[in-house]
């Protein structure tokens, strides 16, 4: 049987990078699909891999000197502080990952369920307004 969450383009822009690029690139796609396994993948925006379960979970963009991972909620929380930016953005939060630098796997795979979580409920904005 076909893995229907996989999408080949992704692992195209994943082999388009730098070798230590590929590997943060790897390791989180590996993580957002154990999440939950009705994770899919697709590319929006011409080149960016996206990971979406009922709206968008995340996506990965590689930049000169780390790869960031976008999250696309504002509401989950982040107890062991693995989300490095966009703290007061009203629609999402980043995280950015560095050569060299150890994944929080556990941290991040909890982010990635409480969004999809949040998806499953209807998505954030309507979490936000049922609060």
């Not at 730098?18 to 697709?42: I, M, N, S």
């Not at 011409?46 to 930049?63: I, K, M, Q, S």
Request: net charge neutral; proline share 5%; charged share 25%.
């Amino acid at each position: 049987m076909a893995n229907t969450t996989h999408d080949p383009r992704v692992d195209a822009y994943i082999e388009s990078l730098p070798g230590w690029q590929q590997g943060v690139c790897r390791r989180v796609h590996t993580l957002v699909h154990a999440a939950d396994p009705e994770v899919t993948e697709t590319i929006k925006h011409t080149d960016r891999p996206y990971f979406v379960l009922r709206g968008n979970v995340c996506a990965l963009l590689a930049a000169k000197d780390h790869v960031n991972v976008f999250l696309y909620d504002p509401l989950v929380p982040d107890p062991a502080g693995v989300i490095t930016s966009g703290h007061e953005n009203k629609t999402g939060r980043t995280v950015a990952i560095y050569r060299g630098e150890a994944i929080d796997e556990e941290a991040l795979v909890a982010v990635f369920r409480a969004i999809i979580d949040h998806n499953r409920a209807g998505g954030w904005r309507k979490v936000v307004r049922q609060r």
